[in-house]
């Protein structure tokens, strides 16, 4: 790649999934250009590899799991090191299958897609009869960990004596279910749709059934970065902000899927990619089909916004299995930084939240809200049970 | 007791260049496993004191979370990073790969271990990009050569000169040879 010298370049970690659009997006349609951003997207096996190149300095920023920064900051994770999240690149997008042989039961009995979040915990039980359940995800410290056991634990599962989870890298996911080896799964796309397609299991639900806004992937800026050149870091992100507008918006789907697909971003057809941005769910090869709304959410209803209370949910559900206590609740809102993504947009005009923290849960429709530079539209972002998270109380 | 390894990489060569490496700085019982799924039991059978893993292999984030929790493999497992120095753990991960080792393991059998991987790590990396030019030259040789022919048929002249106009041509434009032989061969493709 040519670098130009009057652009500040960041090289960028990124693993292949549908998710990385923004970031494909910025690079290869010219905004990070046009901002002076020279984007140079590295494409990686391991969320592993993203955090380690990330802690020693071989990436500048990096596509993550929206749990990785404040796992890393607050040192839970191997590798500790100051990583902060500006800006939100993508909210929901994971799908929770099960596998052929669960499916099969759960078909018997007629319960498979169309379930919402709670009949579907039930179908589950009484398919397993009394058997473990066995959950595959991607890495400990993402979204899908945590919204799997939110899921289950509010369902009446013992998560420690029920259930186990183990780390199935997504490509993976299709061999390990075909051996038997895992009876729900829980991954983004395009990886839940390749399942399906080649016959290893069945779509059970989208995790937006979970919770409706789940911040899924963050733009992670290394803190040195954020301390060196903080401009350059606000130009990246007014790309990225410009870059997802432009792919959320639904005339503009065909040509993402194409980018993705054709350009080496994610390794799945076209169609598959073009679906699920397009939110359209198959639960079995052929099968039935179902309208996911905000399946994988890009721009639209403030998606882009780093909430502090997401930051906060986050750290309380990482709490629960895996010893984050009240204080470090507020280290981890200190990783989400809405104050660099106002300071970077502000001036351009994009509308912006009058706060930086909600009550995570309480929006049942999507709702108009007054807005600093005009108005947003935020929600819905229900949780299942019908709980309303407030960063200060916990889930009440 | 000789420290038992294993290596995990979906590239078999390199995987073979490694064992002969480990094989080559001590007295090593090694066994390689390749890219696949259920890497968790067999490494439980080996039940190893170090692990080292290709970062091409997706099977790493598998591996780290066997790393962290109470794990199948019985002995609790820390990377490498924990127990040894910061240029070491950058160096490694520059070369691509990565190191899991059991807790308490000392750091005297760890580094050699460690070293020799990245040694072959860095060789086989050498002699991929050797063949790598060595093909591309190759390739731009024919491509040279067909244009030269083309030249020759076309203007009636001979290879010297055929070859002497490509490069006057190259050099005015500021452009690689090849990229005028390729330009040359493109028309005459379509102009038939």
């Known amino acids: 790649m040519s670098r130009r010298r009057d652009h500040e370049h960041f090289t960028c970690g990124f693993i292949p999934l549908t998710d990385c659009a923004t970031l494909a997006a910025a690079h290869e349609f010219g905004f990070a250009a046009e901002e002076g951003v020279a984007l140079e997207l590295v494409r990686e096996t391991s969320w592993s590899n993203i955090r380690d190149k990330m802690a020693v300095g071989l990436f500048d920023v990096a596509h993550m799991l929206a749990p990785m920064p404040i796992a890393m900051s607050l040192g839970l994770s191997s590798f500790p090191a100051r990583v902060a999240a500006p800006f939100v690149l993508s909210v929901n ?92 799964f829980c991954v983004g796309e395009p990886w839940g749709s390749m399942a399906v397609e080649h016959g290893a299991g069945s779509i059970l639900l989208p995790a937006t059934e979970i919770w409706a806004f789940a911040p899924e992937k963050v733009l992670g800026v290394r803190e040195a970065e954020l301390d060196a050149r903080p401009d350059a870091v606000e130009a990246l992100i007014r790309a990225l902000y410009r870059a997802a507008r432009w792919a959320a918006k639904s005339e503009h789907r065909g040509a993402v899927a194409e980018m993705l697909t054709r ?134 | 007791m000789s420290t038992r390894i294993a290596v995990i990489d979906p590239d078999r060569d390199r995987a073979l260049t490694i064992v002969d490496g480990l094989r080559a700085a001590g007295d090593y019982e090694i066994h390689v496993l390749g890219d696949e799924t259920g890497v ?103 491509i040279i050569d067909r244009a030269k022919g083309i030249l020759m048929k076309s203007k009636g002249c001979d290879e010297d000169e055929a070859y002497a106009m490509m490069r006057k041509v190259a050099m005015d434009q500021n ?17 038939g």
């Open chain 1, 93 to 184: 997008g994971n799908m929770i299958g099960v596998s052929s042989h669960i499916a099969k039961r759960l078909a018997a009995a007629d319960r498979l897609l169309g379930l919402d979040a709670a009949a579907a915990a039930e179908a589950l039980r009484s398919a397993l009869d009394g058997a473990p359940l066995r959950i595959g995800a991607p890495w400990t410290f993402s979204m899908h960990t945590l919204l799997v056991e939110y899921w289950l634990s509010a369902s009446g599962f013992d998560l420690e004596a029920q259930t186990s989870t183990s780390v199935v890298p997504p490509a993976f996911m299709t061999e390990a279910l075909a051996a038997g080896e895992l009876d729900l």
């Open chain 1, 263 to 396: 350009a080496g971003y994610v390794d799945a057809p076209t169609e598959v990619v073009e679906r699920a941005l397009r939110g359209a769910i198959f639960a079995t090869p052929g099968g039935d089909g179902r309208h996911a709304p905000r399946m994988i959410e890009l721009f639209d209803g403030a998606a882009t916004f780093p909430w502090r209370s997401q930051a906060q949910w986050i750290a309380w559900a990482l709490g629960r299995r895996r010893g984050v206590d009240g204080l470090s609740s507020a280290a981890a809102a200190a990783v989400w930084r809405p104050d660099i993504y106002r300071r970077a947009l502000e001036r351009v005009g994009a509308p912006m939240p009058t706060a930086s923290s909600k009550l995570e849960g309480s929006l049942a429709e999507a709702t108009e809200v007054g807005a600093v530079g005009g108005s947003l539209v935020l929600g819905p972002d229900r949780f299942f049970d019908g709980a309303i998270f407030e960063p200060r109380d916990g889930v009440r």
């Open chain 2, 40 to 142: 968790a039991k067999k490494l439980a059978a080996i039940d190893p004191d170090i692990v080292l893993i290709d970062l091409a292999s997706p099977n790493r984030d598998t591996l780290e979370s066997l790393a962290r929790a109470a794990s199948p493999l019985d002995r609790p497992v820390a990377m490498f990073v924990d127990q040894s120095d910061d240029a070491m753990i950058r160096s490694a991960i520059e070369a691509g790969v990565s190191a899991y080792v059991v807790d308490g393991l000392r750091p005297d059998r760890i580094k050699p271990v460690l070293a020799a991987a990245m040694a072959r790590f860095h060789s086989v990396a050498r002699l991929r990009a050797e063949l790598d030019a060595t093909k591309a030259a190759l390739a731009e040789r024919k």
């Open chain 2, 175 to 191: 452009r690689k040879l090849a990229e005028i032989a390729q330009a040359i061969v493109t028309a005459a493709e379509i102009m």
